[in-house]
């Protein structure tokens, strides 16, 4: 049995020595077969004219990158690699002079000249424009040039071009004045061109007039007013006693004010000042304030000087559109309430800033 065993020990042995042997021989024939990847290179490759390389290894896997210079394209492979085979990858680089006109940029047979990150087309006749794409016309309307060329406007309104020159008009209810350009407002009320009926007085306005005919207020409690003139009421006299009576408005006026649009601003417009009665002695403090309206911000209200209060426009309105602003103007005298009076003013903005 022994020597049973030894004897497959042997055989067992000498297979391994002969497997090992074959292993050894095929790993040597492998490596014979594979050139070493350091050993294969590929031709050295130039800049182009005009232009720079970046590396400088030419073996397997390894790149070589190109660029130009300033004012040239670079035509083929801005980056080539190394083969296996000994060959570059890509199309060998070339810088060409890098032209503005080369994507033919001028129409209409025009010619294009070339510049600096920019080109100039020289127009054939009957064409005009950057890229010669407009046709000339034989009149220049002189409306659209003005406009487009940020130059001063030719007509305060409209313009309307006419062949071999141009016109101005006026909106309605407005004049052509002699200078061919300017506008102004005709005044329809001084010209007796309004409808308004008797009893009521005519307001002109931008391009237009107003018809108006203020009442006063109804009476309430002790405090009635009469009409003493077409824009004013006066309060009535009141009983000793009426606390609410003395403290409503004594005097209550009303003014109508035309304004053009977009107005500049701060514009003081209306101003408001006490006057004291021969022989008695006037208020020596003043208060004033915009107690109502529609105003919606556009004025403030601000003491003048020790006997007067303005009005002023701070936030300028645009047309057409009617506005109210109402204010009040209280007196005292040794820090007692004396009287108060209102002013009712109405605004007539235009559509137009003329």
């Not at 390389?53 to 035509?75: A, I, N």
């Not at 006419?162 to 002699?178: A, D, E, N, Q, V």
């Not at 102004?184 to 108006?212: A, K, W």
Request: aromatic share 8%; charged share 20%.
């Amino acid at each position: 049995m022994q020597q049973f065993l030894k004897g497959q020990e042997m055989r067992y042995a000498e297979g391994v020595r002969i497997m090992k042997n074959r292993l050894i021989t095929l790993q040597n024939m492998v490596t014979k077969a594979a050139p070493d990847p350091q050993s294969v290179s590929c031709p050295a490759l130039d800049a182009p004219k005009d232009g720079r390389r970046f590396g400088t290894k030419y073996f397997v896997d390894h790149e070589v990158h190109f660029t130009c210079e300033p004012g040239f394209q670079l035509l083929g492979s801005s980056t080539r690699v190394c083969q296996a085979n000994g060959s570059w990858t890509g199309d060998a680089p070339q810088c060409k002079v890098f032209s503005t006109c080369s994507s033919n940029p001028c129409q209409n047979g025009a010619i294009c000249v070339a510049g600096v990150n920019q080109y100039k087309c020289t127009c054939a006749h009957g064409w005009t424009g950057d890229n010669c794409q407009y046709q000339t016309q034989t009149d220049v309307n002189e409306c659209e040039v003005y406009k487009l060329e940020g130059a001063p406007r030719l007509c305060m309104h409209a313009c309307i071009n006419i062949p071999g020159s141009y016109r101005c008009s006026c909106p309605s209810g407005y004049k052509l004045l002699g200078d061919g350009k300017s506008c102004e407002d005709i005044d329809e009320c001084g010209l007796s061109l309004h409808n308004c009926t008797r009893g009521v007085t005519c307001i002109n306005t931008g391009g237009g007039f107003q018809c108006v005919n203020p009442e006063c207020p109804r009476s309430s409690g002790n405090a009635s007013y009469v009409k003493t003139s077409p824009f004013q009421c006066e309060r009535n006299p009141c009983p000793m006693d009426s606390r609410s009576c003395h403290h409503a408005p004594k005097s209550i006026s009303f003014h109508y004010l035309p304004l053009p649009s977009n107005l500049i601003t701060p514009t003081p417009l209306f101003r408001m000042a006490t006057a004291s009665a021969p022989g008695r002695p006037g208020p020596d403090s003043l208060r004033f304030g915009i107690v109502g309206g529609n105003s919606r911000g556009h004025f403030v209200m601000q003491r003048s000087d020790r006997q007067t209060g303005e009005l002023i426009l701070v936030q300028s309105p645009k047309g057409p559109q009617t506005i109210e602003v109402e204010v009040d103007m209280s007196e005292y005298l040794d820090r007692t309430f004396q009287a108060k009076h209102v002013s009712k003013i109405t605004v007539f903005v235009s559509p137009y800033e003329f």
